[in-house]
């Protein structure tokens, strides 16, 4: 009881008063915690887990520098506090960017965003039909492809690194532009509003380490552009033939052409258990 006396003695406190709790502070302490959880959330499946747990541990140790009074300790990290906040930033950057795109992709802006812009962004059957004739086809002469169908968050970063198309999308179209020693070929194909907006775009690397080491360029590529999207990525195996669909960071391997209409035509629906998920894991 002295220990604590004698901080309460510090603070100027000279007797106990009960804290009064209302409603708002009640809320207060729930709006925190849910952020707070949700950070942990974000993080830790990534990298960063490791550089948070990094930092508790500057923390920790400000704390016991603080009850020992290492006056040396505590003047190193209460001159480069400011400096250390910038470091965080930089360091985290990747993981702030992807929580601020989540909380952009959350049911509350969507609310106010759907409407007839957001229906005519939808694949409608006919586009489904022709990107399923034209995996399929390309498929069986080992031809490879990956397209990027755009859903709720706009890919027009990705798009300004290709070549704009701006053509009523088909079947033929598709496998002329992935036709082996085409200028249009190598690269990624964005369809917006059942339209091929662009092609050759250029796409993110996944810097995953758990991918799996059979998998080439095309398929990391797909698997960066559904992390930092929600758009549905074809790919097309140059060498295999086969038929994947990477959404959310995750990869679908070795589809038919029915289970790709089927995933592309009824987004919401179930069917992951019938599919082979890679996420640079074993085949589950």
């Not at 490879?144 to 701006?166: M, N, S, Y």
């Not at 930092?228 to 990477?246: F, H, K, L, M, P």
């Not at 992951?272 to 996420?279: E, G």
Request: charged share 20%; hydrophobic share 45%.
């Amino acid at each position: 009881m002295e220990i604590f006396k004698g901080i309460f003695d510090r603070l100027g406190v000279t007797e106990f008063a009960r804290p009064s709790i209302g409603i708002s502070d009640v809320l207060d302490i729930l709006i925190v915690a849910y952020i707070i959880y949700k950070i942990i959330f974000w993080i830790k499946e990534t990298r960063a887990w490791v550089l948070f747990k990094g930092v508790l541990v500057i923390f920790a140790l400000a704390a016991v520098a603080t009850l020992l009074k290492l006056n040396t300790i505590i003047w190193i990290l209460s001159n480069t506090i400011s400096v250390g906040i910038i470091a965080v930033i930089v360091v985290f950057q990747p993981e702030l960017r992807k929580a601020l795109e989540q909380l952009g992709k959350g049911r509350f802006f969507s609310y106010f965003t759907r409407g007839e812009e957001e229906e005519g962004s939808k694949a409608n059957a006919r586009t489904v039909e022709e990107i399923v004739k034209a995996a399929g086809k390309m498929g069986a002469v080992k031809t490879g492809a990956l397209i990027l169908i755009e859903q709720e968050v706009p890919l027009g970063d990705l798009e300004r690194t290709g070549i704009p198309i701006d053509a009523i999308i088909s079947s033929q179209l598709l496998i002329n532009i992935f036709e082996h020693n085409t200028p249009l070929h190598d690269g990624a194909v964005i369809v917006r509003r059942n339209r091929v907006a662009a092609a050759t775009c250029f796409l993110p690397l996944t810097d995953s380490n758990e991918i799996s080491m059979e998998l080439g360029t095309r398929h990391r590529a797909a698997i960066g552009a559904s992390e930092v999207s929600d758009a549905y990525v074809i790919v097309v195996s140059e060498e295999t033939g086969a038929i994947s669909v990477a959404r959310g960071g995750v990869l679908y391997r070795n589809l038919t052409t029915e289970q790709l209409r089927n995933m592309l035509s009824q987004p919401q629906k179930g069917g992951r258990a019938k599919l082979s998920i890679w996420k640079g894991r074993q085949e589950k």
